[in-house]
């Protein structure tokens, strides 16, 4: 086999990342010119402005006017963290996992807080366990997007309306690309780092009245750090849901979330958003359609993500390596690109068997898309030479 041309197109954007992931079009330094620097957060202005992120993360993701939002530490595991340890407890719950982030709620529910009445419904990478197992009259805790996967929930179906446990959604590759059903959910959390491609360690969480009522009903029997309290004597603490935030946030961080959500209502809200979603899901799909050596390394279609998109290699060749031969395989590949500067981060999650995993979000372009698959073609058929060189 010879080396393969170098194509003539490049993306004018390489990252794919799945996280931290792209910024929006067209952004720059200059979005953050009005950021309220070396002022208190707790300034009329600082208030103002993480008011303002509040009220535009609800106009732009369409949440319910009786959801509550406020802005938290740690990014989307400090949200999760902070339902976890204050909301479970008062019944039995079931997790349901299969990738890292939701294996990781499995830890923490089973070995940290040590909770006597757990199920787990898991599946392997690349597949989405038996929803219909789910008992949504216990609490539930699920992903609806699994990150390092590429498989989602296709929807909230098997939720029951009328269910008597809360539903905990870790949504954040999904919020701002997937249609949630909030009426479904009762804790909803996401980080500004994914969709909109914000700066980290930011979490919001969204919470029902149903999720709310817990708060103030049910006291866990486990002490609560204070940076996991919403509560006070019994009563909610609103100002967190205003954005009086638990801790200091980052004034320039929460300027360019603003820029972000700006920028999403400008183009059409959560309908545009989706749609460049989807849009840009098909330019991978029709590619790996017409690809012999690619393949989705989700099984069901209807479960495939359109941000964190995962595809694996399917040449023979290839799959009579080994684990770590087809590893080498896929990260030479990545390599590569990386090194031409044309697609940053686009190798598998390490706890996920070899894959390519392109973020593929609202903040990227179709024609970057495009692109990158010249550059998969070229990449793929470098490496295929190499190794039949070394056979």
Known sequence: ????????????????????????????????????????????????????????????????????????????TGAVEMALWSLLGQRGVDVVAWESFGLGWVTDVVKQLKLPDVRTIKADYGKLPDLSAVDTDRDVIFTWNGTTSGV???????????????????????????????????????????????????????LSPRAVERLTTYTPAWPLPKIFRMTKGGKLIDGIFVGETINTPSMLCVEDYLDALQWAKSIGGLKALTGRANQNFKVLADWAAKTPWIDFYGEDPKARSNTSVTLKVVDPDVLKLDLAGQ?????????????????????????????????????????????????????????KAALAKAA
């Not at 993306?11 to 208190?40: M, Q, T, V, Y």
């Not at 697609?343 to 392109?358: E, G, K, L, S």
Request: aromatic letters at 8%; glycine letters at 8%.
């Open 152 to 206: 989602r929930v296709p929807d909230a179906d098997w939720i029951k309306a009328d269910r008597k446990g809360l539903t905990i959604c870790d949504a954040t590759s999904a919020a701002f690309a997937q249609e949630l059903d909030f009426r479904k959910l009762d804790v909803v959390t996401f980080s500004w780092q994914k969709a909109l491609g914000g700066e980290a360690a930011h979490g919001m969480l969204v």
């Open 1 to 76: 086999m010879t080396n393969p041309a170098v194509p003539g197109r490049r993306p004018a954007n390489p990252n794919f990342s799945s996280g931290p992931c792209a910024k929006r079009p067209g952004w720059s330094l200059e979005a953050l010119k009005g950021a309220a620097l070396g002022r208190s957060h707790r300034a009329k202005i600082g208030k103002q402005k993480l008011k303002q992120a509040i009220d535009l993360t609800r106009e732009v993701l369409e949440v319910p006017a009786d959801y509550l939002i406020g802005i938290v530490p740690a990014s989307d």
């Open 327 to 383: 590893d080498a395989f896929v990260r030479a590949v990545a390599s590569r690109l990386d090194k031409e500067g044309v697609a940053h981060d686009i190798a598998f999650h390490r706890d996920a068997t070899p894959h390519f995993r392109i973020w593929a979000g609202a903040t990227i372009e179709a024609s970057d898309l495009a692109a990158l698959t010249d550059w998969l073609e070229w990449g793929y058929a470098a490496e």
